[in-house]
């Protein structure tokens, strides 16, 4: 073999496309979670009130707090103060007191989801659905030009 290179570049392509690919499917399962609401939403910051525990055999889900308008006057300005269980609660890193991004129903704030999260600790940072279909689109075009990089 006398060209080492060609195969290191190659297969450092062939991962940045795996990565690639591994982000995208994420983005994908993140945009269907968002999905679950049914309308675009109306975005807002709260805060996890708390997390996900057990009781015997019953698993409770993490909650949320946020402030939205109350239900029965969607057009008053956003005073009352929610505490939900979002409806994609197991696609995001939720622990108490982490700041979080949600988007809820205009006509039923109680329905919310999470858009991310932003937790100091490393790894328990989740992105947005978009800020991940990019990297992920990132990723394969540079793994693809690599490649054919490679061979001109």
Known sequence: MDQPWL???LMTAAGAVALGVKVLRLARRQRRALGRL?????RTRGEVARGARREGATIHPPQVRYKAPPVDRPDT???????RAPLNH?????????????????????????VHTKD??????SYSATANTAWGIFFVI???????GAFL
């Open 7 to 9: 195969t290191i570049v």
């Open 38 to 42: 049914g309308v675009r939403g109306v």
């Open 90 to 114: 197991e696609s995001h890193p939720l622990h108490r007191g982490v700041p979080a991004v949600l988007r809820y129903d205009p006509r039923d704030p109680r329905r919310v989801v999470v």
């Open 120 to 125: 100091g600790r490393p790894g328990n940072v």
């Open 142 to 148: 540079f793994g693809v030009a690599m490649g054919v």
């Open 77 to 83: 300005p956003a005073t009352q103060t929610y505490r």
